[in-house]
């Protein structure tokens, strides 16, 4: 574009010249008549003329010079423009570029670093902006259960635990006492020196158990060492809906301050929800200094088996002998007394009445839907056990233990025939 400027003032210039010229030769003009007063004659048009020509033509020279000056400065940048080419080239083909070209370079790359960064923190900014509104979603719904919230705290609260005033030295002795709702009682057996809180199920005849184990809903860790066997863990709940051991201490206190002996009732429930029971007279915890054993008289009902007097696996001829529970000692993982070279307790991950190992174990790892294998439990059943019902790859949904005085068991006259032999005691 500079150089059709230039090319344009460079044939324009001599035509200046020669009508600068012709000027002064139309000074002495005589006007025609013919012309009239109204229409200017050719000698006014030239006045006219003549008269602004000196300014026009300082005007024109002024541009001229302007235009010169510019078409040098076009010139001089296109010189300069060649000679950056020309350095450019040079540069180029050059093995060892000037320090220009590797300013210039080096400004490429940052450019193009930059504009990388650019996109990049455009992403980052895209993530962001998301997070944003994620964030403001969770705000919102946060704000949602604030209010909620807010509004079921200004309802007082009430304590869901209740707890019945009737105090006994069992659920027995409470029931006598005209308690009939089952629920959360304390008690205090002769030999106790605190009363303890137990679980009491009162029916409507009367009958008070006292609960000594509860599986129901496998979130209590039965896998427990001797210190919690001994005290008891889990939790108590005065509509029975929670897992818990009563602890062997107190179960020695309740088994051992009466003379009237005590049945043992367990209840197991399968995962198909058929109920059985097995019921053991007699039945005693010992005290600590003898691992608080198992003792009991005999089976003395139910439709579940006698899974405590040992079962018959095949694997072995002595299987039955060795899965006997009466009489046994109580181990947990630290602490083995079972009749095991190894330590059933530990590898079966749970406190109970161990021999080498067990037909019947309901202190077992809780097995949702009750099937398990030898590869699942690493080749120990160690599920909720009574192989007198379902095998011991089958572990139960349900077991309650619970005890009450040999003379209320058959109060409801529903037992089997076995019982109204007993009855009389
Ligand atoms: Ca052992």
Redesign the pocket.
């Known amino acids: 574009m500079n150089l059709l400027i230039f090319g344009a003032l460079a044939v324009f210039l001599p035509i200046t010249s020669a009508q600068r010229g012709d000027s002064s030769a139309q000074r002495g003009c005589q006007p025609d008549v013919n012309f009239g007063r109204y229409c200017p004659t050719t000698c006014g048009v030239a006045d006219y003329l003549f008269r602004y020509t000196p300014d026009v033509y300082d005007d024109l020279d002024d541009m001229l010079a302007k235009l010169e000056s510019i078409g040098n400065l076009t010139q001089g940048a296109e010189e300069k423009v060649v000679f950056m080419r020309d350095r450019a080239t040079s540069a180029h083909k050059s093995s060892q570029p000037d320090l220009y070209y590797k300013r210039s370079t080096s400004m490429l790359d940052d450019v193009t670093r930059f504009e990388k960064t650019i996109l990049s923190q455009e992403q980052q900014i895209f993530e962001l902006q998301n997070f944003v509104l994620a964030n403001d979603r969770q705000m919102q719904e946060l704000k949602q259960l604030t209010r909620q919230l807010e509004a079921t705290c200004s309802v007082p609260c009430k304590d869901t635990v209740e707890i019945q005033p009737i105090t006994g030295t069992d659920c027995q002795d409470i029931a006598n006492k005209g308690a009939s709702v089952s629920g959360l009682y304390y008690v205090k057996p002769a030999k106790a020196t605190d009363q303890f809180l137990v679980y009491c199920e009162i029916d409507t005849f009367g009958r008070g158990f006292t609960v000594i184990q509860r599986r129901k809903g496998g979130l209590v860790d039965f896998n427990r060492n001797w210190i919690p066997y001994k005290e008891g863990f889990g939790y108590l709940s005065p509509d029975d809906s929670t897992d818990f051991w009563l602890g062997l201490e107190k179960m020695h206190l309740l088994t051992t301050s009466v003379t009237l002996p005590y049945v043992l009732r367990i209840e197991m429930v399968d995962w198909l929800g058929n109920k059985k029971y097995a019921d053991y007279a007699m039945f005693r915890v010992g005290p600590e200094q003898d691992k608080y054993r198992l003792t009991y008289g005999y089976y003395f009902a139910g439709d579940a088996g006698d899974a405590f007097d040992g079962f018959d696996f095949g694997d072995d001829a002595s299987d039955k002998a060795y899965t006997v529970h009466n009489g046994m000692q109580f181990s947990t993982p630290d602490n083995?007394n079972?009749?095991?070279?190894?330590?059933?307790a530990l590898q079966d991950g749970s406190g109970w009445w161990m021999n080498r190992c067990h037909a019947g174990h309901l202190n077992g790892k809780y097995y949702p839907d009750g099937r398990y294998s030898e590869k699942d439990a690493g080749a120990f059943d160690n599920g909720i056990i009574w192989v007198t019902w379902h095998d011991r790859w089958y572990s139960l949904k349900e077991t309650t233990m619970k005890i009450i005085p040999v003379s209320r068991i058959n109060t409801d006259g529903q037992q089997q025939s076995g019982v109204k032999q007993f009855g009389g005691l």
Do not use: Q
């Not at 079972?338 to 059933?344: A, H, L, S």
């Open positions: 083995d079972d009749k095991y070279d190894g330590n059933c």
